[in-house]
């Protein structure tokens, strides 16, 4: 299909070079330096969406990122991008887009029946008419609407591309590359500052690049920054967001005018942008004016037409009509004039202007203190009626297909007024405008009000030598004469039929005045109720209007009713580019310990363990199921000896003349008694009484101790230590080191540990007598220094043995060779819980923050003499009932039944909860599944039968309730 | 018996080559093995401290934000009255224990050799592959050789140490995170390409 509506010369294009693209599967072409919407008007499309609540057919309305209609879905597959604003894709050679929110086709759209019923669809509507019943909103009504009114289909597939996060530091960023900006930038650069210049645009230039004459300009002042070393010049690239401290937010669009990335290169870059000084360049956006049927295709912002007339090369129709209140949009139409295209005439609802005079001139009809009542054609604009401002007389028909219509300039204030700075009503352009900022930062252009390409250069020149707060260098300036921006403020005009304030949302003028009827009268609550302002375009041609039909209800101006707070996001951002590398597997970093290749060599299977991978358990062939493995694993500890590889748990070195008083006060037991050579059991609370934490530490000099914590809570204690000595007590002479990464520790258990260790490690007297359960050494195995605990978890005698890191393959190696002849059997993380669970130890499950030390049979720990964090809070009524749950053991009365953490604890018959199930495991040491429970009255319990009744499941197991303690409860082996 | 050699977190992830993008201006990515010891000032010691370490290694402490080189040692000031002092590998904790004899009670000595991982990233287009990781301006005219800075890169715990002009920066992490940080460090490298040696 040949481009009819493309111009025989002129404008950013290269005709020698075709790109060919489809939309709704239909092949057209293109040329580079097109915008997916360019090129579609060059083919004479005009149909491009459907609306978002109503259906109505709509065409491209703008040429840029505050397009409301034009969305597409690009591309296919895994790589399928919804709401697409066709204005500011750039197109590439075997573009696929798709038109959204029609069915089955854009042309023919069932769901635009639907604008039959228009008048009940008003806002509010659906908060009126789903209300009842409530549970039908979440099941039935919203997925009705969501499917009537969605915007694209997001792919199903996961993103084959790779996204990138950038941090970046600047003395000056300016945004925006328009003549405000370039000038900005080269005299910031010039004179020396980092300057990072952001433009949304594929080109730099912003309005320089529909304005021709201008062309010399621009091109010497791009190469002359581009040879700037410290400037940095970011095309398509969107600033969206401004927060405290200069702190910026922008997104790169690194390759979305290409296929497919370049390997290696991701698809878009989300800058985190920190500037000494913002210059913002946003220029602005052209203002729609609410007639009847001003969404209809052909309808367009006259600054867009001219931008596809002078830079693109393309008529966006064949007959154009202006509507306008202002001289500067006659140039609009001029410049149509000149690109040949039709001319039908002018409306403009004042009564004489400048404009008009000099479209007469050009031979051009004028209706002068005229307005426009309403649109007509199906799909396609076909023309507009014509009549006196007010209403007077009779409508005059006028043929046209392209409407240009100029409600003013809407100042892109959006990034302005996220970093608090007031905005202030200008009374000429009747629009808000940046005032004093509240950080370093200038407004400068269009975006300060200031219209006319010299004008806009010389006020960006300003900015940049206040941003470089040192003398400015002079640089070449555009010269030219400027078309006067100041307005007639007209909003609306009033007649039969819808008049959009905001086309993207179907927000109508009676839509706000609704609202303001109903109640909703703050511009914030009319915001909200009617949705004004609220889609992918954020209101930037139309948002002012709606709040002055707003203001004309409340009887007040529109500079006392003001806009809706702007916030990030200014325009659109992909969750790609939020997500950045952060997906799948790199969601979050992972921890290894030093043995983890040996146990990926050894088919261990992993669980997480915060961010630790630990082995769960370490299947064999013969091995039929999970279970067997754990039950193995386990069997070995209890009958001869295993090996756990236990380094994920936390180690801190606590030095300093203080250490001791420092522990006394942080766990309820006592450490200053401790021996040199000697660990203890430690029970730490939080400051409200509850149980934190617990582990075993050790003194290794009078100044110097080792602390273990859980796995899971070793940043939590080493952030609670540091806390206290930093704000309660800074006094201390005490000085702590993680060093859970230095040390690798394996504990070794079972009857047959010392026969085992004691063959490889020297320097220490492994014997019960010279050392004890709780006793700590240090020594060697085969010349690595180990640090040897006497410690057990499993309630087996056990060892544990610590040593620098890089050593942890070479003495666990020399561990299992010693041990082989027992039978020396690694065991995982799965074991372990069975081990602790049958010994009646408590971990995560029963520390869940609920529980109090007496609770879990720890009420000894509890010091009488000294302070310690927690004791105070400890002593509340509710934490010393004695109705609290405590810790019992349970066993299934029948052997082969299971039992299920999470099950609650009721006499059989009732209901009634009287405690919970916290661990449960297979056991080892005698038949059947056992678990821990927290049960009230649950020590006068113990030797009754309750059930453990799991509704979820429909499961209800008779348990007995007995001890914890399953194993050796005189703790008789551990000393052994 | 033979000196007993440490194995790296990183032993078996780092493959000499060149990976991502061709191209002229490539990082260069490399472990560096050396001994590390966390040293502080015990409570009002500073000077003593400061003192002995003169004395005993004629390496003057830095202040924040700088490192300081004395012979073959360099220190890098990580936290208020606290260093990790970075030198070649030499026999098992010898070196804190020399630091340890040379503060006696006025310091507290821990040896973070085996704790941390040293990396090592240089080249041209090193800062820019940082500055996707890292929040610290890296422009000489705000870092520079010398500086250092305790900040988070790819979301881990790092000291950064602008080692050499090269430029160059030592990249010290936890070990167990060694593995994940060094698949962050080469994914933000694809896009110039790396060379590791």
Request: include cysteine; hydrophobic fraction near 45%; glycine fraction near 10%.
């Given at each position: 299909?040949?481009?009819?509506?493309?111009t025989?010369?002129?404008?950013?294009?290269?005709?020698?070079?075709v790109?060919?693209f489809?939309?709704?599967?239909r092949?057209?072409e293109?040329?580079p330096g097109d915008?997916?919407?360019?090129a579609?008007?060059?083919n004479?499309?005009?149909?491009v969406?459907?609306?978002?609540?109503l259906?109505?057919?709509?065409?491209?309305?703008?040429?840029?990122?505050?397009e409301p209609?034009a969305l597409?879905?690009?591309?296919?597959?895994?790589r399928r991008?919804p709401?697409?604003r066709?204005?500011?894709?750039?197109?590439?050679d075997?573009?696929?887009?798709?038109?959204?929110?029609?069915?089955?086709?854009?042309?023919f759209?069932l769901?635009?029946?639907?604008?039959?019923a228009?008048?009940?669809?008003?806002?509010?509507?659906?908060?009126k008419t789903?209300?009842?019943?409530?549970?039908?909103?979440?099941?039935?009504?919203?997925?009705?609407?969501?499917?009537?009114a969605?915007?694209?289909?997001?792919?199903?597939?996961?993103?084959?591309?790779?996204?990138?996060?950038?941090h970046?530091?600047?003395?000056v960023l300016?945004?925006?590359?328009?003549?405000?900006?370039l000038?900005?930038?080269?005299v910031?650069g010039?004179?020396?500052?980092?300057?990072?210049?952001?433009?949304?645009?594929f080109?730099?230039g912003?309005?320089?690049?529909?304005?021709?004459e201008?062309?010399?300009?621009?091109?010497?002042?791009v190469?002359?920054?581009?040879?700037?070393?410290e400037v940095?010049?970011?095309?398509?690239t969107t600033v969206?967001?401004?927060?405290?401290?200069?702190?910026?937010?922008?997104?790169e669009?690194?390759?979305?005018?290409?296929?497919a990335?370049?390997?290696?290169?991701p698809r878009?870059?989300?800058?985190?942008?920190?500037?000494?000084t913002?210059?913002?360049?946003?220029?602005?956006?052209?203002?729609l004016i609410?007639?009847?049927?001003?969404?209809?295709?052909?309808?367009?912002l006259?600054?867009a037409?001219?931008?596809?007339?002078t830079?693109?090369?393309?008529?966006?129709?064949a007959?154009?009509?202006?509507?306008?209140n202002?001289?500067?949009?006659y140039?609009s139409l001029?410049?149509?004039q000149?690109?040949?295209?039709?001319?039908?005439?002018?409306?403009?609802p004042?009564?004489?202007?400048?404009?008009?005079?000099a479209?007469?001139a050009r031979g051009?009809?004028v209706?002068?203190?005229?307005?426009?009542?309403g649109?007509s054609?199906?799909t396609?604009?076909?023309?507009?009626?014509?009549r006196?401002?007010?209403?007077?007389?009779?409508?005059?028909?006028?043929v046209?297909?392209?409407l240009?219509?100029?409600?003013?300039?809407?100042?892109?204030?959006?990034l302005?007024?996220q970093?608090?700075?007031?905005?202030?009503?200008?009374e000429?352009?009747?629009?808000y405008?940046?005032?004093?900022p509240v950080?370093?930062q200038?407004?400068a252009?269009?975006?300060a009000?200031?219209?006319?390409?010299a004008?806009?250069?010389?006020?960006?020149a300003?900015?940049?030598?206040?941003?470089?707060?040192?003398?400015?260098?002079?640089?070449?300036?555009?010269?030219?004469?400027?078309?006067d921006?100041?307005?007639?403020p007209i909003w609306?005009?009033k007649?039969?039929g819808?008049?959009?304030?905001?086309?993207?949302?179907d927000?109508?003028?009676?839509?706000?005045?609704?609202?303001h009827?109903?109640?909703?009268?703050h511009?914030?609550?009319?915001k909200?109720?009617?949705?004004?302002?609220?889609g992918?375009?954020?209101?930037k041609?139309g948002g002012?209007v709606?709040a002055?039909?707003?203001?004309?209800a409340?009887?007040?101006?529109?500079?006392?009713?003001?806009?809706?707070?702007?916030?990030?996001?200014?325009?659109?951002v992909t969750w790609?580019?939020?997500?950045?590398?952060?997906?799948?597997?790199?969601?979050?970093p992972?921890r290894?310990t030093?043995?983890?290749?040996?146990h990926?060599?050894?088919?261990?299977?992993f669980?997480?363990a915060g961010q630790?991978?630990?082995p769960?358990?370490y299947?064999i062939?013969?091995?039929?199921?999970?279970?067997?493995?754990?039950?193995?694993?386990a069997?070995?500890?209890r009958?001869?000896?295993?090996?756990?590889?236990?380094?994920t748990?936390?180690?801190?070195?606590v030095?300093?003349?203080d250490?001791?008083?420092?522990?006394?006060?942080?766990?309820?037991?006592?450490?200053?008694?401790?021996?040199?050579?000697?660990?203890r059991?430690?029970?730490?609370l939080?400051?409200?009484?509850?149980?934190?934490?617990?582990?075993?530490?050790?003194r290794l000099?009078?100044?110097?101790?080792?602390?273990?914590?859980?796995?899971?809570?070793?940043?939590?204690v080493?952030a609670?230590?540091?806390f206290?000595?930093?704000?309660?007590?800074?006094?201390?002479?005490?000085?702590?080191?993680?060093?859970?990464?230095?040390?690798?520790?394996m504990?070794?258990?079972g009857p047959k540990?010392?026969?085992?260790?004691?063959?490889?490690?020297d320097?220490?007297?492994?014997?019960?007598?010279a050392?004890?359960f709780?006793?700590?050494?240090?020594?060697?195995?085969q010349?690595?220094?180990?640090?040897v605990?006497?410690?057990?978890?499993?309630?087996?005698?056990?060892?544990?043995?610590?040593?620098?890191s890089g050593?942890?393959?070479?003495v666990?190696?020399?561990v299992?060779a010693?041990?082989r002849?027992?039978g020396?059997?690694?065991?995982?993380?799965?074991?372990?819980?069975?081990?602790?669970i049958?010994?009646?130890?408590?971990?995560?499950?029963?520390?869940n923050?609920?529980?109090?030390?007496?609770?879990?049979?720890?009420?000894?720990?509890l010091?009488?003499?000294?302070?310690?964090?927690?004791?105070t809070?400890a002593q509340r009524?509710?934490?010393?009932?004695t109705?609290?749950?405590?810790?019992?053991?349970l066993?299934?009365?029948?052997?082969?039944e299971?039992?299920r953490?999470?099950?609650h604890?009721?006499?059989?018959?009732?209901?009634?909860s009287?405690?919970?199930?916290t661990s449960?495991?297979?056991?080892v040491e005698?038949?059947?599944?056992?678990?821990?429970?927290m049960?009230?009255?649950g020590?006068q319990?113990?030797?009754t039968?309750?059930?453990?009744t799991f509704?979820?499941?429909?499961?209800v197991v008779?348990?007995?309730?007995?001890?914890p303690y399953?194993?050796?409860?005189?703790?008789?082996?551990?000393?052994? | 018996m033979?000196?007993p050699?440490p194995?790296?977190?990183?032993?078996?992830?780092l493959?000499?080559?060149?990976?991502?993008a061709?191209?002229?201006a490539?990082?260069y990515?490399?472990?560096?093995?050396c001994?590390?010891?966390?040293?502080f000032?015990r409570?009002?010691?500073?000077?003593d401290?400061?003192?002995a370490?003169?004395?005993?290694?004629d390496?003057?402490?830095?202040?924040?934000?700088?490192?300081?080189?004395a012979?073959e040692?360099?220190?890098?000031?990580i936290?208020?009255?606290?260093?990790?002092?970075?030198?070649p590998?030499?026999?098992?904790?010898?070196?804190a224990?020399?630091?340890?004899?040379?503060?006696?009670?006025?310091?507290?000595v821990?040896?973070?050799?085996h704790?941390?991982?040293?990396l090592?990233i240089?080249g041209?287009?090193?800062?820019?592959?940082?500055?996707?990781?890292c929040r610290?301006d890296?422009?000489?005219s705000?870092?520079?050789?010398?500086?250092?800075?305790?900040?988070?890169?790819?979301?881990?715990?790092?000291?950064?140490?602008?080692?050499d002009?090269?430029p160059?920066f030592?990249?010290i992490?936890?070990?167990?995170?060694?593995?994940?940080?060094l698949e962050?460090?080469?994914?933000?490298?694809?896009?110039?390409g790396?060379?590791?040696?």
């Amino acid at each position: 299909m040949t481009q009819r509506f493309r111009t025989a010369s002129g404008g950013r294009i290269d005709r020698n070079r075709v790109l060919r693209f489809r939309f709704d599967g239909r092949a057209y072409e293109g040329h580079p330096g097109d915008t997916l919407a360019s090129a579609l008007l060059a083919n004479g499309v005009r149909l491009v969406g459907r609306s978002f609540k109503l259906h109505r057919p709509r065409g491209i309305f703008s040429a840029g990122t505050e397009e409301p209609n034009a969305l597409a879905e690009l591309r296919s597959g895994a790589r399928r991008e919804p709401n697409t604003r066709m204005t500011m894709a750039e197109l590439y050679d075997g573009l696929e887009a798709a038109s959204q929110n029609r069915f089955p086709s854009l042309r023919f759209d069932l769901l635009s029946l639907g604008a039959l019923a228009a008048p009940v669809l008003s806002a509010g509507f659906y908060y009126k008419t789903f209300m009842w019943p409530a549970s039908f909103w979440e099941k039935v009504y919203e997925p009705l609407i969501r499917r009537a009114a969605g915007l694209g289909r997001a792919a199903r597939e996961p993103d084959p591309d790779q996204y990138e996060t950038m941090h970046a530091h600047c003395d000056v960023l300016v945004v925006g590359a328009g003549p405000a900006g370039l000038a900005a930038a080269r005299v910031a650069g010039a004179g020396g500052a980092r300057v990072i210049l952001c433009e949304q645009d594929f080109e730099l230039g912003g309005g320089l690049l529909m304005e021709p004459e201008h062309a010399a300009w621009r091109d010497e002042t791009v190469s002359a920054l581009q040879s700037m070393a410290e400037v940095t010049i970011l095309p398509r690239t969107t600033v969206f967001g401004y927060y405290d401290h200069n702190v910026l937010g922008a997104v790169e669009r690194v390759a979305d005018h290409v296929a497919a990335p370049l390997p290696n290169t991701p698809r878009q870059r989300y800058w985190t942008i920190r500037a000494k000084t913002v210059v913002l360049a946003t220029g602005a956006h052209e203002r729609l004016i609410a007639f009847p049927g001003n969404d209809r295709p052909g309808v367009m912002l006259a600054g867009a037409a001219q931008a596809y007339a002078t830079r693109f090369g393309v008529k966006a129709g064949a007959r154009a009509l202006l509507f306008a209140n202002n001289d500067a949009a006659y140039d609009s139409l001029f410049a149509l004039q000149d690109a040949g295209v039709a001319i039908a005439g002018a409306v403009d609802p004042r009564p004489e202007s400048a404009g008009a005079s000099a479209a007469r001139a050009r031979g051009i009809s004028v209706w002068a203190d005229s307005e426009i009542a309403g649109t007509s054609g199906g799909t396609a604009l076909h023309g507009a009626h014509v009549r006196r401002r007010g209403g007077a007389g009779t409508d005059t028909a006028v043929v046209a297909d392209l409407l240009c219509v100029s409600g003013g300039i809407n100042p892109a204030v959006h990034l302005a007024s996220q970093s608090r700075t007031p905005l202030r009503w200008n009374e000429a352009l009747a629009t808000y405008v940046p005032g004093v900022p509240v950080l370093a930062q200038h407004s400068a252009g269009a975006a300060a009000g200031v219209t006319g390409i010299a004008e806009a250069a010389a006020d960006g020149a300003k900015a940049g030598a206040a941003a470089l707060g040192a003398a400015a260098p002079a640089i070449p300036l555009p010269t030219g004469t400027t078309a006067d921006a100041r307005v007639l403020p007209i909003w609306e005009v009033k007649a039969r039929g819808k008049a959009f304030v905001d086309i993207q949302d179907d927000v109508t003028t009676d839509d706000i005045r609704l609202a303001h009827r109903e109640g909703y009268k703050h511009i914030e609550h009319a915001k909200r109720y009617t949705t004004h302002t609220m889609g992918t375009d954020q209101g930037k041609t139309g948002g002012i209007v709606g709040a002055a039909v707003l203001a004309e209800a409340r009887g007040e101006r529109v500079q006392d009713v003001g806009l809706p707070t702007f916030r990030p996001f200014a325009t659109p951002v992909t969750w790609g580019a939020i997500a950045g590398a952060h997906v799948g597997k790199h969601f979050a970093p992972t921890r290894r310990t030093a043995l983890h290749e040996w146990h990926v060599r050894n088919g261990a299977e992993f669980m997480d363990a915060g961010q630790w991978l630990r082995p769960a358990y370490y299947p064999i062939p013969t091995d039929t199921d999970a279970w067997e493995s754990v039950l193995r694993e386990a069997r070995a500890v209890r009958r001869a000896v295993g090996i756990c590889d236990v380094s994920t748990l936390g180690k801190i070195d606590v030095q300093g003349r203080d250490a001791a008083t420092f522990l006394d006060r942080l766990y309820t037991n006592t450490f200053s008694t401790l021996a040199v050579g000697r660990a203890r059991y430690g029970l730490m609370l939080r400051e409200d009484g509850i149980v934190f934490d617990d582990g075993t530490t050790s003194r290794l000099a009078e100044d110097r101790f080792f602390v273990t914590t859980t796995t899971v809570n070793a940043a939590a204690v080493m952030a609670h230590m540091e806390f206290h000595l930093q704000t309660a007590w800074p006094d201390l002479d005490v000085q702590l080191a993680s060093v859970t990464d230095q040390w690798a520790a394996m504990s070794i258990a079972g009857p047959k540990t010392r026969d085992t260790i004691a063959r490889i490690v020297d320097g220490i007297d492994l014997s019960n007598g010279a050392f004890p359960f709780m006793a700590v050494g240090d020594g060697t195995v085969q010349g690595r220094p180990v640090r040897v605990f006497r410690i057990s978890f499993s309630g087996e005698m056990a060892y544990e043995i610590a040593t620098p890191s890089g050593y942890a393959e070479q003495v666990w190696n020399a561990v299992l060779a010693a041990g082989r002849e027992f039978g020396i059997t690694p065991y995982g993380v799965e074991a372990l819980g069975l081990l602790r669970i049958e010994k009646g130890h408590v971990a995560g499950s029963e520390l869940n923050g609920q529980t109090t030390a007496a609770d879990l049979g720890l009420a000894r720990m509890l010091k009488k003499r000294g302070d310690f964090i927690g004791r105070t809070l400890a002593q509340r009524a509710g934490l010393t009932d004695t109705g609290r749950p405590t810790l019992v053991g349970l066993r299934a009365a029948r052997r082969d039944e299971k039992l299920r953490a999470g099950a609650h604890l009721v006499e059989p018959g009732s209901t009634t909860s009287h405690g919970w199930i916290t661990s449960v495991t297979r056991a080892v040491e005698i038949e059947g599944w056992i678990g821990l429970a927290m049960l009230r009255g649950g020590a006068q319990r113990i030797g009754t039968r309750m059930h453990a009744t799991f509704p979820l499941k429909g499961e209800v197991v008779e348990v007995e309730i007995v001890s914890p303690y399953f194993v050796d409860p005189e703790n008789q082996r551990v000393r052994a | 018996m033979s000196a007993p050699e440490p194995v790296s977190p990183l032993a078996r992830h780092l493959t000499a080559g060149r990976y991502g993008a061709p191209g002229d201006a490539p990082v260069y990515i490399s472990e560096r093995q050396c001994v590390l010891v966390q040293l502080f000032a015990r409570k009002g010691r500073g000077d003593d401290v400061a003192s002995a370490m003169q004395a005993g290694f004629d390496l003057q402490l830095p202040s924040p934000g700088n490192a300081a080189s004395a012979g073959e040692i360099t220190a890098l000031w990580i936290q208020p009255d606290a260093w990790m002092l970075v030198a070649p590998r030499g026999s098992e904790g010898a070196l804190a224990a020399r630091i340890k004899a040379a503060c006696g009670d006025a310091g507290s000595v821990v040896d973070q050799t085996h704790g941390r991982t040293v990396l090592h990233i240089s080249g041209r287009r090193a800062a820019w592959v940082l500055a996707k990781l890292c929040r610290v301006d890296l422009h000489p005219s705000a870092f520079g050789p010398g500086r250092v800075a305790v900040t988070p890169v790819a979301d881990l715990a790092c000291v950064l140490h602008h080692s050499d002009a090269a430029p160059g920066f030592d990249l010290i992490v936890f070990s167990s995170y060694a593995v994940s940080f060094l698949e962050s460090l080469t994914h933000a490298a694809l896009e110039t390409g790396y060379d590791v040696a």
